[in-house]
């Protein structure tokens, strides 16, 4: 197969004039409210995409949708701050004990997190964010096409400019998932041990469990012959999202959207993130046992302890007026959250809400609690004891620096408590930035400066905003306890993984820089390794005793052409001396899903495998592969794929299955050999209620 080299430039004339037009008028169209957003978002999450970009081309797309600092803000929950520096400002060093709290970093009094006193302080709060996004929307806007825009100039309106819950019987039915860790099935590929995810596709041992379109299908597959035995799903205004099973039941996750008329035309829907929760006891008759309801579009969910964790994104109706509380507070199982279960933001201004709610998958009548973090939203990373909810937000002086609020909710047997919060510098990439370890906090943050944006107009070269990256440490009440700043300048965060006392993290622009981190003292982060070589690394997976497993991109030595996707073994037997034991590249393919979507990656350390989809220029191909120390990789399993949909590879007992979109494969685990296929959705599913 021959090289297929190609190079990603920046933004050109054409883009440059198509900007120009946009921005002349900063009215935001329907198309782009934040609802509209969302569904378009959520659609094209999944498709195929080419991860590997350059900076250049990144910040002029990030122009695109830049209209108003509003659609920035439904899109990324980014929001301005009043706060003038960052934690540990002007540090400068590469270990840093944090000692008295710096000028901007969190102290004890900010760390406390409050729910509102009343709906008026919520809506206040929405209206000061208002205010505050026409201001950005004038000013990006005339940084954008270079003109000026008047103070009485139109903007966009106040709606565009937002933010984008059985019986005795049923619970002695209940069975939970195994938990010996021998079940002979593969699971999830999850971002914490011991806490469970939904998934597009679920096993058992004897059967699968498949999103397929707006169904979830059931196939037995206790013989060589699979078989489709049931199948549920909802009405046509939702979109199931992810499912989730543990022993004798099946969660079914979904947005659903209810429209409003006014003289009888549809003119705007509220969405709903709903819970399906069914009795599978008889795989080939499930029953229906409640249906949870919360306000927002569904973000995800987790499972510890029997019970499920079920987290929205809610953009209130900023055009509301101030009697109609249920236009602009969330609602769970019809019933507007109380005011004390909100949790408020540090600033006096907000746009967005998580939305949580809790119940038990054993007895599933009634949700256990509910509470929303009120301001705006970013990723959402979940410990075993801890909900941490992010947001990306920017000072408001000249230098527009990056900043990231965290909000942190303990969480036990179905029972929320909000327990503090605090900022920190520059941006996280995605959740394996983010980790929780003894007590303590580890994050890993690109700090940038002028907002991550270039304006049309002037020296692009010039406009490149500033990078470097920082390592803090926090305590248990999120004050730093530990920090380490100004690590690799002009770099950017690709990928990282923290694994007990040390923390691996990936920086990219020319070259792959590998970081080790020892974070044996809290206080006093050490930087005790760097391997640079050439391309990068989007994910990080552990492999068994001393290694740890790349998933990434082949680049040239000027950082510009890729070469292909490259998987890397690295030796770190020796943290402080990690070393790039073998190299695979696969030629001619130009992204995979493990670089946004971990659930996407089949892993098996135990089993010596692992598996993903990799997009090229002759179509998409979904690999398996095994490692040798001795012979390096080795390719297992290679399938092409000439269809669309999430694909999965599992495992149950001795066979191996490759789910994409509505069909199934099997294959010999142990030589890969095919055994069956089966296209789903020849049965009728249950009736929706």
Avoid: W
């Amino acid at each position: 197969m021959e090289e297929n080299k190609r190079t990603n430039t920046g933004g050109n004339d054409l883009m440059e004039d198509k900007l120009r037009e946009l921005t002349e008028d900063t009215q935001v169209p329907a198309s782009l409210e934040p609802e509209q957003i969302e569904k378009m978002l959520l659609k094209k999450k999944k498709e195929k995409t080419a991860r590997y970009r350059r900076k250049y081309a990144g910040i002029a797309a990030a122009a695109c949708l830049c209209l108003a600092v509003g659609v920035t803000a439904a899109l990324t929950g980014q929001r301005g701050d009043d706060s003038s520096s960052g934690a540990g400002a002007e540090i400068g060093s590469e270990t840093g004990n944090a000692g008295e709290a710096a000028e901007g970093e969190s102290t004890e009094s900010e760390t406390k997190i409050a729910s509102a006193a009343d709906y008026d302080q919520i809506y206040d709060y929405i209206q000061a964010e208002l205010k505050y996004q026409e201001k950005q929307a004038k000013k990006q806007a005339r940084m954008y096409s270079g003109g000026t825009v008047s103070d009485g100039g139109e903007i966009a309106s106040a709606d565009s400019a937002a933010m984008y819950s059985g019986s005795a019987q049923n619970a002695a039915a209940y069975t939970g998932a195994d938990s010996t860790g021998t079940s002979g099935y593969s699971d999830t590929n999850v971002r914490e041990e011991s806490v469970g995810e939904a998934d597009v596709v679920k096993t058992d041992g004897s059967r699968l469990y498949v999103m397929s379109g707006n169904r979830v299908e059931i196939v037995d597959i206790a013989s060589e012959e699979m078989e489709e035995i049931a199948a549920v799903t909802v009405d046509p205004d939702s979109y199931i999202r992810e499912l989730y099973v543990e022993g004798s039941r099946m969660a079914v996750f979904y947005t659903q959207s209810k429209f409003t008329q006014e003289d009888g035309i549809e003119v705007r829907s509220r969405e709903f993130a709903c819970t399906d929760v069914y009795d599978i006891s008889d795989p080939s008759a499930p029953v229906k046992l409640n249906t949870f309801s919360q306000s927002g579009v569904y973000n995800t969910m987790r499972v510890k302890d029997g019970y499920a964790y079920v987290i929205s994104s809610f953009y209130p109706d900023t055009a509301s007026p101030r009697s109609d509380v249920g236009a602009y507070v969330p609602s769970v199982q019809g019933g507007t959250l109380e005011a004390d279960r909100i949790f408020m933001p540090e600033q006096e201004m907000g746009s967005e809400y998580t939305v949580i709610t809790a119940f038990s998958l054993a007895d599933p009548q009634e949700q256990t609690d509910s509470k929303a973090v009120f301001g705006s939203a970013g990723l959402c990373y979940v410990s075993s004891e801890n909900i941490y909810v992010t947001e990306t937000c920017y000072d408001t002086d000249d230098t527009g620096m990056s900043r990231t609020a965290v909000r942190k909710v303990a969480y036990h047997d179905g029972q929320l408590e909000g327990a503090a919060q605090a900022k920190v510098d520059g941006m996280l990439k995605d959740s394996f930035c983010i980790d929780e370890y003894n007590g303590y906090l580890r994050l890993v943050t690109t700090i940038t400066s002028d907002n991550g944006v270039m304006p049309i107009s002037g020296d692009s070269s010039a406009a490149e905003p500033d990078s470097s990256n920082a390592l803090y440490v926090l305590d248990g009440e999120l004050q730093v306890t530990g920090e380490i700043r100004d690590l690799a300048p002009g770099e950017t965060v690709y990928s990282a993984r923290f694994m007990g006392d040390t923390g691996y993290f990936v920086t990219f622009r020319q070259v792959d820089p590998l970081f080790s981190v020892d974070l044996s003292d809290p206080a006093s982060p050490q930087i005790i390794g760097e391997l640079k070589i050439p391309g990068f690394s989007e994910y990080l997976h552990p492999y068994g005793e001393g290694l740890l497993l790349g998933i990434g991109m082949d680049v040239d030595e000027e950082g510009v052409t890729t070469e292909g996707v490259k998987l890397s073994m690295f030796d770190i037997s020796d943290p402080g001396n990690v070393t790039e034991a073998s190299v695979y590249v696969m030629e001619d393919m130009y992204g995979t899903d493990a670089a946004y979507d971990y659930k996407a990656v089949f892993a098996d350390v135990e089993k010596n495998l692992f598996g993903f989809r990799a997009y090229g220029g002759n179509g998409d191909v979904y690999s398996v592969f095994s490692y040798d120390a001795a012979e390096g990789f080795r390719k297992v399993f290679s399938r092409e794929l000439t269809y669309g949909g999430d694909a999965r590879g599992l495992y149950a007992g001795e066979r191996f299955y490759l789910v994409v979109g509505n069909t199934v494969e099997s294959y010999t685990l142990s030589g890969f050999e095919k055994i069956d296929d089966i296209v789903l959705g020849s049965i009728e599913p249950l009736a929706v209620e």
